[in-house]
């Protein structure tokens, strides 16, 4: 059931700093994770991948591996069942990647899996692995769009068919060409790779002929169940895919992948249940990646800084199969407004797997040349860098003139400027120095859309004053468990340890993935419609109960809050629920919901235009409002001029996203998203070899990802802000946004320190020093 | 990873004869480089010796300067008094490598005889003449942005020896002590215990087959009291040496008495400048002195597409670090 409630919930647990209820259990071992689930009878798989990036297997000799002990059996694409379908004849795949390796003996990317080993033990399965044999035919392969063999194509459609690949709004090159101001750039982003703690796992477990259980480090267990089901021939019910704990995504989990079926057909084929991890170095080759891009940016403006034209357009490559590129240019209408406006994708084959979304797809690196160049601007103005930001601001939805849901960007700006103390910046670049460092100031905006998305929950109020409540959601560790369960409580008025929340598990009710920045609006929501079910029957039951105080009350009179019911014209006549429920003998109740998040809650909730609450037209496909969460990062950092060393030494994060179900692990959403763009600023990078078409740092001692020693103190704040539009909390997704326009705030700081700009990601030492040589 | 037998050795003798009479064999102890090398196939061996009960243990001094067992870890060595006072390069150059835990788990010997970090040399997937002579290096034209620029040769471009250490060492003179199956001991100085690749960039060292490393002798010298070990690296922690240098001076009176000079990250092996050593002593200890001294060091670099950057960021690292130990 859903109601307009068009004032957010009272709280009294959400919002509140709790300590993440599943952290007892992961820091004693507890908590289970896919690859460490134990069902009785398991065996062990092993993926041996192409040493080469293109062409095909002529022979593959497995008698010495065949020959160890305890093995079951060595699939290749010569013995693996086939699936019922491959994903290219799946006509709703929901996955980045539609390549399916192992059905022939095509070699189309390096590490594509050529053969699986099965066996009694993991070293047994591994030894083998290595003793196979494979001889292979070579073909040159393209490396990348960079690549002279390499061939530019205008894809039309991106991401999977999702988004266009031009979009283009008035006159943007006129303009351009007459404009009193103008800044062209090119921006280049390196290949990044999620490299989440826990690697991506599988566990098969066939229960009969046409029942399958699969334990899968899964960001979205429903997508799984999904493809898995269309992949086997088999009704969705009959698959059941279990998610507990995630060590980390980014993404990365959030998509289909071939080591997961190639499990599932082996486990079916040796009648065994059968568990694969990928290897750390198979996460370079098993899971996608961001894929290595240069944007070119043009602004034009009129004289005293404000944008009449922005040209976009990127490069990228992309697999011989999908045409996914993360679509960057989405950002530039959130932040600023600008009537003359394009974006053109252009794409390049090459022998990779297909590069997947990776925490702020987009955003991430289309923040990055946005906003450097927006400094650049500032700078050429003579302006300051927040100054520019602010004489364009956009104050609607430029790409479809809607106002927005809520921004509070400017509270983000002037609160970010405080806590930074951004008025004692040296506007001159190159002046200050710390010893002999060079200091540098700067700051880059973010934004991150409400994605439309719905989901399911369920919930069930004992009497004895303990509820379960149940959503097929994941909690990537970033803390799904914990504020679920803060939003249960005060649904029902327990206390948070008299919650058990569940999630991860198809047998729950649907529940969107943790992806988009989607699970926590729409999860939260789910539950409060669902617990409002409960509300109304006990309404209902409470006013036809003699001994309530609310007997013979019209259900309409009757409000709830924080599990208590009561008269609105008299609040002091009320009883809880539990105490309503204890009476009736009932031991328990249930409720379920649907809760929407974003454009969906407004239409069915205000209309289209945001002024009917009444109108429940379905035709309907977007709401009144354009919906974004907003943010501003602030960072200061040390340039070693000799040396090249770029140092981060202070960092102030802050964002409006409507209610913050908790401020603790809210907080450390917004860190790590900071963290993460620190990381892309100035050492992810995978290098993928010109000749061979192969990583040669694919391990976590040759790609580097920020340590402790790289990060300084870290200073985030929450704005408060109210959306009554998006969904029944008022909660906007923070997974992505933390990590949009990080890489911008960081070259911007390098910009101040050094009057150098750097506009290739990430910004190691070799390419300061180079910087450092040209004049500033 | 292949199976493998393990023994223990409790004697020196019993570890040396085990590995002359298995030519596949390897001695353990850490196992931080061996295990690496192991799990990706880039070495196979059917039987490990663990040497880790061997006396091969002390950290003291004797009349030839600080003796180091080769079985000590490298946390307990960087955080000896006795090394970080007398010896600060050596100290630095081990509480900067790696993380904490492989510092508790890996020792003196085995970190001077870890492996390069050429990302084609630790894949097989790819040829490379270090790996299996005569396949090519594809370094040549590929990634080699964390390669040498001296010391090279055309069959093999990496910095065969990645570390801190050794460059400390080899700046301040160490001597190695090596003992064979025949319970012969032998004394190597480090400066003449790596190889050149030249055509054979699969002989790293000197060291014989059934031979074992028992310590490290560093001589005490002023030069070493007042010495330093400057590392730049991609992030601030737990990262190889893009470029790093360990020097030490004796200055008297603003007049250089005795300099050491040694790069790590830019040679194919530690690389000790002599030519700049020389050209130091009897010099004023200023910046244009270091400067000159650094112009001499990098004479001969042969960059490549992407490692031309280590001419400039290794003259600049000599630089502030000569500077740095010479007030
Ligand atoms: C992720 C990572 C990062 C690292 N970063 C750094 C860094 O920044 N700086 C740095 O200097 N190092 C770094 N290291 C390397 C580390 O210091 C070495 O792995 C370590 O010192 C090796 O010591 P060990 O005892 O573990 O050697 P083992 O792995 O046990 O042995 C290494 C080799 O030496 C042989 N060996 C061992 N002891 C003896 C002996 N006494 N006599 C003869 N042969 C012997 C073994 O047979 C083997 O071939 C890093 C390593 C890793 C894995
Ligand atoms: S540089 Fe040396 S180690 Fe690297 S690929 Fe070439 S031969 Fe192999």
Same mark, same amino acid.
């Given at each position: 059931m859903e109601t307009n409630q068009k004032e957010n919930a009272p709280t009294n647990v959400v919002g509140k700093p709790l300590d993440r209820v599943d952290g007892p259990a992961k820091v004693t071992g507890a908590a289970r994770y896919s690859a460490e689930i134990n069902v009785p009878g398991t065996v062990h798989g092993v993926l041996k991948t192409s040493t080469i990036a293109k062409g095909r297997i002529t022979s593959i000799d497995t008698s010495r591996a065949a020959k160890e002990p305890g093995i079951l059996n060595i699939f290749t694409h010569e013995n693996l069942p086939k699936p019922a379908k491959t994903p290219k004849q799946i006509e709703k795949w929901r996955a980045a990647q539609s390549y399916l390796p192992m059905q022939d003996n095509q070699i189309q990317y390096a590490g594509q899996p050529v053969a699986l080993v099965v066996a009694t033990t993991l070293e047994a399965a591994t030894q083998a692995a290595a003793l196979i044999k494979v001889t292979y035919q070579v073909e040159t392969p393209i490396d990348s769009y960079l690549d002279p063999k390499a061939e530019l194509f205008d894809p039309q459609k991106i991401q999977s068919g999702k988004k266009d690949a031009h979009v283009v709004r008035g006159n943007p090159q006129q303009a351009y060409d007459g404009a009193a101001l103008k800044h062209e750039a090119t921006y280049v982003h390196a290949i990044n790779h999620h490299s989440p703690m826990e690697s991506a796992a599988t566990l098969a477990v066939w229960e009969g002929a046409d029942k399958l259980t699969v334990y899968e480090a899964s960001q979205n267990v429903t997508m799984h169940q999904g493809n898995l089901a269309e992949l086997l021939g088999m /009704?969705?019910?009959q698959i059941r895919v279990v998610t507990k704990y995630i060590g980390g995504g980014f993404g990365c989990k959030g998509s289909f992948w071939p080591h997961t079926i190639l499990t599932v057909l082996a486990a079916r084929a040796v009648n065994r249940p059968v568990k694969l991890a990928l290897t750390r170095q198979q996460m370079f080759t098993g899971v996608g990646h961001r894929e290595d891009q240069e944007q070119t940016l043009k602004l034009g403006a009129t004289a005293d800084g404000k944008l009449v034209s922005i040209v976009h357009t990127k490069k990228a490559t992309t697999s011989p199969w999908d045409n996914y590129t993360e679509s960057n240019g989405k950002i530039m209408d959130m932040l600023y407004a600008c009537e003359n406006y394009s974006t053109v994708y252009e794409l390049a084959r090459a022998n990779v797997m297909t590069s997947v979304w990776m925490r702020a797809p987009g955003e991430g690196p289309g923040s990055f040349a946005l906003e450097s160049s927006m400094d650049d601007l500032a700078n050429q103005l003579n302006i300051d860098p927040l100054e520019i930001r602010l004489r364009n601001y956009a104050d609607h939805d430029h790409s479809n003139g809607k106002p927005w849901s809520s921004k509070s960007l400017k509270q983000c700006y002037t609160r970010g400027a405080e806590l930074f103390g951004w $008025?004692? &910046?040296? @506007? +001159? /670049? !190159?002046?200050? &120095?710390r010893g002999r460092m060079l200091v540098g100031h700067g700051m880059a905006s973010a934004t991150y859309p409400v994605h439309s998305s719905q989901g399911t929950a369920r919930v069930r109020l004992f009497a004895d004053g303990h509820a379960v409540v149940e959503a097929g959601a994941t909690d990537l560790g970033t803390g799904t468990y914990t504020v679920m369960t803060q939003v249960s409580a005060d649904a029902l008025g327990l206390p948070p340890e008299k919650i058990r929340f569940e999630l991860g598990d198809t047998r729950l009710p649907t529940a969107p993935g943790?992806? !988009?920045?989607v699970a926590a609006g729409t999860v939260a929501s789910s539950i409060m419609a669902a617990a409002q079910d409960v509300w109304d029957k006990m309404v209902k039951m409470a006013v036809a $109960? +003699? #001994?309530? @105080?609310?007997?013979?009350? #019209?259900p309409t009179d009757v409000k709830v809050e924080l599990g208590r019911m009561f008269l609105i014209k008299d609040p002091k006549k009320g009883e809880t629920l539990v105490a309503a429920l204890g009476r009736s003998g009932q031991p328990d109740i249930e409720g379920s919901g649907t809760g929407r998040y974003g454009a969906g809650y407004e239409e069915k909730n205000f209309g289209q235009n945001g002024a009917d609450p009444n109108n429940d037209n379905k035709e309907k496909k977007t709401g009144g409002h354009s919906m974004h969460s907003f943010g501003a990062h602030f960072c200061e950092v040390e340039v070693d001029p000799d040396l090249g060393t770029i140092r981060v030494t202070r960092w102030v994060g802050v964002h409006g996203a409507g209610t913050v179900l908790n401020l603790k692990t809210a907080t450390s959403q917004m860190t790590g998203g900071a963290i993460y763009g620190i990381g892309a600023a100035l050492m992810e990078d995978t290098f993928r070899d010109p000749n061979f078409a192969r990583y040669t740092n694919a391990d976590l001692a040759g790609y580097h990802v920020p340590v402790n020693a790289d990060i300084p103190n870290m200073q985030v704040e929450f704005v408060p802000e109210t959306d009554p539009y998006i969904n029944l909390l008022g909660v906007k997704g923070i997974g992505e946004l933390g990590m949009v326009g990080v890489t911008a705030a960081v070259a911007n700081a390098v910009f101040n320190a050094t009057g150098r700009r750097l506009r290739s990601l990430p910004m190691t030492p070799d390419k300061v020093l180079e910087a450092m040589r040209l004049p500033a | 990873m292949n199976n493998f037998s393990y023994i223990q050795a409790d004697k020196a003798k019993e570890a040396t004869a085990a590995k002359r009479d298995d030519k596949s064999a390897a001695f353990i102890a850490g196992g931080t480089t061996l295990l690496d090398l192991m799990k990706s196939n880039v070495e196979n061996h059917d039987q490990l010796i663990d040497v880790n009960l061997l006396p091969f243990r002390g950290i003291e001094m004797t009349k030839d300067g600080l003796r180091i067992g080769a079985l000590e870890r490298m946390s307990d060595v960087g955080a000896h008094p006795l090394v970080a006072q007398q010896f600060p390069a050596v100290a630095e150059s081990l509480l900067l490598a790696a993380s904490a835990q492989l510092r508790n788990m890996a020792s003196i010997g085995g970190n001077v005889l870890q492996r390069t970090r050429c990302g084609y040399f630790r894949d097989t997937a790819f040829p490379c003449n270090k790996r299996e002579p005569g396949t090519g290096c594809p370094a040549l034209e590929g990634d080699n942005r964390n390669l040498a620029i001296l010391g090279t040769s055309e069959t093999c471009i990496a910095t065969s020896y990645p570390g801190d250490l050794s460059v400390a060492l080899i700046a301040l003179d160490a001597v190695l002590t090596l003992e064979n199956a025949k319970g012969k001991q032998r004394q190597v100085p480090i400066t003449k215990f790596y190889l050149l690749p030249g055509t054979t960039p699969q002989r790293e060292t000197v060291l014989e087959a059934d031979e074992l490393i028992v310590a490290v002798t560093i001589p005490q010298t002023e030069a070493a009291r007042k010495s330093k070990y400057l590392k730049v690296r991609d992030r601030a922690s737990y990262a190889y040496a893009l470029v790093s240098a360990a020097v030490g001076l004796e200055v008297q009176g603003g007049t250089i008495r005795a300099a050491r000079v040694a790069l790590g990250g830019v040679g194919a092996q530690p690389w000790r400048c002599s030519e700049a050593e020389k050209m130091l002593v009897g010099k004023p200890a200023t910046e244009a002195t270091f400067r000159a001294a650094a112009e001499l060091a990098l004479r001969g670099a042969k960059p490549r597409e992407h490692n031309a950057y280590k001419i400039e960021m290794a003259k600049n690292t000599l630089v502030r670090a000569l500077s740095e130990v010479a007030v």
């Open positions: /009704p969705r019910e $008025d004692k &910046r040296n @506007p +001159k /670049p !190159g002046q200050t &120095r943790s992806g !988009g920045s $109960d +003699k #001994k309530s @105080p609310l007997y013979k009350a #019209k | -």
